[in-house]
Each structure stands twice: as structure tokens, then as C-alpha cells.
């Protein structure tokens, strides 16, 4: 099975960072994504981790440790826009590579 | 990127009835296509996995009578709820995943927003 961990709500300042943290346990670790979902809305693709480390795309970035079974997203400058859930999620390469989310954390930026 | 467009957005409905949701990927082939579920502030539960040609692969819990699902082409999977009631008000999006993205990443349906009276 698989088991994925993420706080619940943070929240944060207009033009701060901020780090979602997440940590997984699961059969068959086959890549981990992060997405982004705005209420009411579907979640639309952050960023993707396979291999440890850093993957940086603008100012987002994302860490993955496999032996840790520990990610990270990392948002900078963050804007008003970015309020939103994020959703941490690992696919399984057992049966069909599903992938299985987290409970999502939901930011809150403040001015 | 993929995209992929999801029908009705919205659809109201009285207890009883049957809903039916249609999936669509518009410019890639899709093999495989997700169904989620996601209740208000929770994340996304997958319901069942469908295959183009075969039978669906359902999420333990899930009830196959209930919710059913075919996936008659590529580019098209459907979700029936049948003789829905009130529990069964939720937010249902579909995701697909494309060959042509190395990542593997879903690309998801806008998701469609089910009540029922």
C-alpha cells in the first residue's frame, strides 16, 4: 500500500518562501509529482522527481530523497496567486503505475 | 502538453437517477485513463483505473455496479453513477496519462461537480 504524509494548512507572506514538505511510504516507488490545485478546480502538474535532488523550474522547486522517502516543494517569491492546495503525489510501478495522492496542504499567502 | 476535457462540469440530479461523465482526451491516444474522486478539502481518491477494450480495474471500496466505467475508444472513457443518492455528491475528475510525455505525469479533466437531491 502506500502511505503519504502532508500538513494539513500553512501559511505564508506575499514575496516570502515557503517549503511543503512530504513524506511517503510505499511498495514500489516509481517517481513522485507534485500538482497544484486551485479550488474548485483540477489539479494541473508542478514539477516531478525520480532521481534524489533538486529540480528547480522558476520558482518552484522541488527535492527528492528516496532513501528518506522525503520531498520537499519550495515556492519563492511567493505571490497571491499562489494560494492554493498542493498535492504531493508517488506513482506505484506495481499494476497500472497509479499515481496516489496526499491529503493535499492548502497555503494561504497573506499580503 | 496533453489535454484532456471532461463533461458536464456541473450536473444536478435527484436521488435514483443515473449520471453519466464523459472523459476526453483531445490530441493524444490514451490507453489508460483515472478516475478520482475528491470530497470537499480532502485530496484526490482513485476510484478505477480504465483500460481502452477491457474491464476496468476498481480501487478497493469502490463499488463496480455503481460506478460504471467504460472506455470504448483512445480517447473517450465514461463514468456512470448509477442510482445515485445523496453520498454520492462529489467532485469526479479524470486524468489520462500521455505517451508522449516522458514524465509520466497525468493531465487532468476540468472535473465534474456532482449533486444529488
Request: hydrophobic letters at 35%; charged letters at 20%; a neutral charge.
Amino acid at each position: 500500500g502506500q502511505n503519504i504524509d502532508q500538513p494539513t494548512e500553512m501559511t505564508a507572506t506575499e514575496g516570502a518562501i515557503v517549503q511543503i514538505n512530504c513524506t511517503y511510504q510505499t511498495s514500489g516507488f516509481n517517481g513522485l509529482f507534485w500538482y497544484q490545485q486551485h479550488a474548485g478546480e483540477a489539479p494541473t502538474f508542478l514539477s516531478y522527481n525520480v532521481l534524489d535532488g533538486l529540480e528547480e523550474k522558476g520558482r518552484f522547486s522541488s527535492f527528492l530523497s528516496r532513501s528518506k522517502g522525503y520531498s520537499y516543494l519550495l515556492l519563492k517569491e511567493l505571490q497571491m496567486k499562489d494560494s492554493a492546495s498542493y498535492l504531493c503525489a508517488v506513482r506505484d510501478q506495481t499494476g497500472a503505475n497509479n499515481l496516489f495522492f496526499g491529503t493535499g496542504t492548502r497555503l494561504t499567502v497573506i499580503p | 502538453g496533453a489535454v484532456v476535457s471532461q463533461h458536464p462540469s456541473w450536473v444536478i440530479c435527484k436521488s435514483g437517477t443515473s449520471v453519466k461523465i464523459e472523459c476526453r482526451s483531445l490530441d493524444f491516444q490514451a490507453t489508460t485513463m483515472f478516475w478520482y474522486r475528491q470530497f470537499p478539502k480532502q485530496s484526490l481518491m482513485l476510484m478505477a483505473t480504465s483500460n481502452e477494450g477491457s474491464k476496468a480495474t476498481y480501487e478497493q471500496g469502490v463499488e463496480k455496479d455503481k460506478f460504471l466505467i467504460n472506455h470504448a475508444s483512445l480517447t473517450l472513457s465514461t463514468l456512470t453513477v448509477t442510482s445515485a443518492h445523496p453520498e454520492d455528491s462529489s467532485f469526479y475528475i479524470c486524468s489520462a496519462r500521455s505517451r508522449r510525455v516522458e514524465t509520466g505525469e497525468l493531465f487532468f479533466g476540468e472535473g465534474s461537480r456532482l449533486t444529488v437531491l
